[in-house]
C-alpha cells in the first residue's frame, strides 16, 4: 500500500480531503454538498484508468484533479441535477419495471 493511499485512508469528511490535496473551496458548498462530492470523487476514480501504474506524485496529481472535478459539478449544478444518490435518480418519477415483473405480478393477482 502506497504512502498517499494509507494518509487518504486516514480522511473521513470532504472538507478534510479538498485541504489534503490543497483545493480552495466555499465552505457552504461543501456544507450542503459534503457526500455528493466524495460520492463523485469516487466514481471519478472508479471510471480512471492508468492509475495503478503511477508513481505518488503522479497518483496525487490525477487523484486531486479529479476531486477538484467533483467539487466543481456541485459549484455550477446540484444533487437533483447531478443524481449522484439513487434516491435522486428516481426522483424524476420515471420507474423501470420489467415485461417479467409484470408478469409475476399479473399471475399473482391472478392467483388471489
Same mark, same amino acid.
Given at each position: @500500500?502506497s504512502?498517499?493511499t494509507?494518509r =487518504? #485512508?486516514a480522511?473521513?469528511s470532504?472538507?478534510?480531503?479538498?485541504?489534503f490535496?490543497g483545493? *480552495? $473551496?466555499?465552505?457552504? !458548498?461543501? +456544507? !450542503? +454538498? /459534503?457526500?455528493?462530492?466524495?460520492?463523485?470523487?469516487y466514481? $471519478?476514480?472508479? #471510471? *480512471?484508468?492508468? =492509475?495503478?501504474?503511477?508513481?505518488?506524485?503522479? @497518483?496525487?496529481t490525477r487523484?486531486?484533479?479529479?476531486? %477538484?472535478? %467533483? $467539487?466543481?459539478?456541485?459549484t455550477?449544478?446540484?444533487?437533483?441535477?447531478?443524481k449522484?444518490? #439513487? !434516491?435522486?435518480?428516481? *426522483?424524476?418519477?420515471?420507474?423501470? !419495471?420489467?415485461v417479467? #415483473?409484470l /408478469?409475476?405480478?399479473? %399471475?399473482? /393477482? /391472478? %392467483? *388471489?
Amino acid at each position: @500500500m502506497s504512502d498517499l493511499t494509507t494518509r =487518504l #485512508k486516514a480522511l473521513s469528511s470532504a472538507n478534510e480531503f479538498l485541504d489534503f490535496f490543497g483545493i *480552495a $473551496y466555499d465552505e457552504s !458548498v461543501v +456544507n !450542503v +454538498n /459534503r457526500l455528493h462530492i466524495l460520492k463523485r470523487f469516487y466514481q $471519478y476514480l472508479h #471510471k *480512471a484508468e492508468g =492509475l495503478a501504474g503511477l508513481d505518488e506524485v503522479a @497518483m496525487f496529481t490525477r487523484y486531486r484533479e479529479m476531486l %477538484a472535478q %467533483a $467539487y466543481s459539478d456541485f459549484t455550477t449544478s446540484n444533487a437533483v441535477t447531478e443524481k449522484v444518490f #439513487k !434516491v435522486f435518480q428516481d *426522483a424524476t418519477g420515471q420507474q423501470h !419495471v420489467s415485461v417479467n #415483473k409484470l /408478469r409475476e405480478s399479473l %399471475a399473482e /393477482r /391472478r %392467483a *388471489a
